[in-house]
């Protein structure tokens, strides 16, 4: 069964700084990771999604990385903002089928 | 991009009632249909697989009789909470697997307190 943790489970910063946000999974048998912003009370917004086959994906100050055989990925926010305050979710699909596993999860709490 | 809605956004009602949610994808269309439930400060939990023209798929521990669930069309599914209980208070949420771009869209959540 797959398993899907982040770390760390909560995290402050400092407006301005870089950070890196870290998602490990235990079966690397995967079709493709995707990353997500959740604020409070609301729905997901999808940030990023890398297939399998990809090392990275970028979206403005938004990069992920993914190392399937390892079985990680990691989020890094460059330049960080308030705005930037929300709940990060990675969740993998698999390689057959489609359910979403998804991982625990990282408050981000940026410091004006 | 493709837009999935939920409604209602929010339902509060007494214990013992039933409550239905609707999932619907507004322009694509949707064989597929996931539902999950959200605890407070917790990952989301798939609860259920929706199939459009068949049964659902539940997961491991979730009553198929207590969380019914409906794909009539290729656009809508709906997830009916029966008998509801202070309990089954969470935060619900579906996302619509588009077939042609073989992408999950996700709904805004619908918010359910249970007196």
């Known amino acids: 069964k797959q398993e899907v943790t982040q770390i760390p489970a909560a995290l402050s910063v400092p407006e301005g700084e870089n950070l890196v946000l870290n998602c490990s999974f235990t079966?690397?048998?995967?079709?493709?990771l995707q990353w997500f912003r959740q604020d409070p009370g609301k729905g997901l917004t999808s940030l990023l999604l890398?297939?399998?086959?990809?090392r990275e994906q970028t979206s403005g100050r938004l990069n992920a990385s993914l190392d399937k055989s390892s079985g990680r990925s990691t989020l890094y926010i460059a330049a960080s903002q308030p705005g930037d305050s929300a709940t990060y979710l990675c969740?993998?699909?698999?390689?057959?089928?489609?359910?979403?596993?998804f991982g625990t999860g990282t408050r981000l709490a940026v410091r004006p | 991009g493709a837009v999935v809605s939920q409604h209602p956004s929010r339902v509060i009602c007494k214990s013992g009632t039933s409550v239905k949610i609707e999932c619907r994808s507004l322009?694509?269309?949707?064989?597929?249909m996931f539902w999950y439930r959200q605890f407070p400060k917790q990952s989301l939990m798939l609860m259920a697989t929706?199939?459009?023209?068949?049964?659902?798929?539940?997961e491991q521990g979730v009553e198929k009789d207590k969380f019914l669930i409906n794909h009539a069309s290729l656009t809508l599914s709906t997830l009916t909470v029966t008998s509801a209980h202070p309990e089954d208070s969470s935060f619900y949420i579906c996302?619509?697997?588009?077939?042609?771009?073989?992408?999950?869209?996700f709904g805004p959540g619908t918010r359910l307190t249970v007196l």
């Open positions: 890398i297939q399998s086959s990809q």
């Open positions: 969740a993998v699909r698999p390689s057959s089928g489609d359910k979403l596993t």
């Open positions: 322009d694509f269309q949707a064989t597929t």
């Open positions: 079966d690397s048998a995967i079709y493709n």
């Open positions: 929706s199939n459009e023209g068949s049964k659902a798929t539940y």
């Open positions: 996302s619509a697997g588009d077939r042609f771009t073989d992408t999950q869209y």
